[in-house]
């Protein structure tokens, strides 16, 4: 009996101890990878290589030690500049952790606009077009992705239309532009064109020298006016600087103008 006993106190050692082995062995898979990473926010410009952000982050196992299996998933939903990063790291049993910071591009300036022609029109003209371009530095050409909402403009009678321009990244950043379209009765005695046509300048700065944009003009330099009088330099949005020749406002000798758009990175 006793002998009965002792091997069934055995057994159940055996039993126990095999329960805790395959335990153990079944932890150690399903134990994710733990990261590690020196840093709370990244501070980075957009063309930083992922090489430079793995620097300060680590990832090990208990079953596989160092994992150099490390990825980064970017989101490029930015607010004032910052977004979010996430690393994962991955074991050889494809066990998965993730981690996520706070990442702040210091030179993401958003979507930019950017205008081939003045927006000026003469009554009944045929080739009425505006076209704009638009560049992001995550998403690259964007000029597809740009509309212009003008809810009155017409062609067909004399006047300045209320107009904006509006893009987004792939990510969702925008930016939006309100301008003016222009039409006269018959072109203009006079042309001014300018290097651009839209500009961006930073909040705070002193304002450009507007004269030195203009490209080429059948017309005395001396004798072109500009009229910076709506623009706030201390204020964002967008504004429009007029060109100007003669002495009747509403019916110019010669006309054109830039629209400046101020903002914090410009």
Do not use: H
Not at 79 to 90: C, M, R
Not at 95 to 111: F, R, S, V
Not at 215 to 236: P, R, V
């Amino acid at each position: 009996m006793k002998i009965f006993r002792w091997i069934v106190a055995v057994l159940a050692v055996v039993v126990t101890l095999l329960r805790i082995g395959l335990y153990l062995t079944l932890s150690d898979i399903d134990v994710a990878p733990e990261i590690k990473c020196e840093k709370e926010i990244f501070e980075v410009t957009c063309d930083t290589k992922d090489e430079e952000l793995l620097k300060y982050v680590t990832a090990t196992d208990a079953q596989d030690g160092e994992i150099d299996n490390i990825a980064i998933e970017r989101m490029y939903f930015l607010t004032d500049n910052k977004s979010k990063i996430t690393f994962v790291a991955i074991d050889s049993d494809k066990n998965i952790t993730k981690l996520t910071k706070d990442i702040i591009y210091t030179d993401y300036i958003g979507p930019r606009i950017y205008a081939k022609t003045s927006g000026i029109f003469y009554l009944n003209d045929r080739t009425c077009r505006f076209p704009l371009t638009a560049e992001d530095q995550f998403s690259g050409d964007i000029s597809s992705r740009v509309k212009i909402i003008s809810n009155n403009f017409s062609n067909r009678q004399i006047g300045s239309y209320k107009a904006q321009a509006k893009v987004s990244n792939y990510y969702g950043t925008t930016l939006d532009i309100n301008f003016r379209l222009y039409v006269f009765p018959e072109p203009l005695k006079y042309t001014i064109e300018l290097k651009d046509y839209i500009i961006y300048v930073k909040k705070g700065d002193k304002k450009p020298d507007f004269k030195s944009y203009i490209k080429n003009t059948t017309a005395n330099k001396n004798n072109i006016k500009i009229d910076d009088s709506a623009l706030d330099m201390n204020k964002d949005g967008s504004y429009e600087v007029l060109y100007r020749v003669g002495n009747d406002d509403n019916s110019p000798d010669g006309f054109s103008r830039i629209i400046v758009v101020v903002g914090d990175n410009r």
